[in-house]
Nanobody, 118 residues
Framework: QVHVKESGGGLVQPGGSLRLSCTTS????????MIWYRQAPGKQREQVAL???????HYAEFVKGRFTISRDTAKNTLYLEMNSLKPEDTAVYYC????????????WGQGAQVTVSS
């Protein structure tokens, strides 16, 4: 069983920056995949960025060059640094821990609202 909790959402102006945090209840280094998703009103949830257990990363095209995923293993915390924010980045951002050997394999946080508006 893995518990995850996001923090750091808020209101920011276009072009601004924000950092989301996701804390896990177990060693983050042992989790197979840590993934940031987002869901905008009226839209499906979409994957934003992920970090593998090895530390490898992958980004959705629409955030490449603007968002950075990282982790602090001592704090069991995953981060999403978001720069050059656009109004279309407005969404609820969710942290997901995925362990394919667990049943169910996915653990979700409660979500963090990010609003980009002037």
């Amino acid at each position: 069983q893995v518990h995850v909790k996001e923090s750091g959402g808020g209101l920011v102006q276009p072009g601004g920056s924000l950092r989301l945090s996701c804390t896990t209840s177990v060693s983050i280094s042992e989790i197979y995949l840590m993934i940031w998703y987002r869901q905008a009103p009226g839209k499906q949830r979409e994957q934003v960025a992920l970090m593998m257990k090895s530390g490898g990363t992958h980004y959705a095209e629409f955030v490449k060059g603007r968002f950075t995923i990282s982790r602090d293993t001592a704090k069991n915390t995953l981060y999403l640094e978001m720069n050059s924010l656009k109004p279309e980045d407005t969404a609820v951002y969710y942290c997901n821990a995925h362990n394919p050997w667990d049943d169910p394999p996915d653990y979700w946080g409660q979500g963090a609202q990010v609003t980009v508006s002037s």
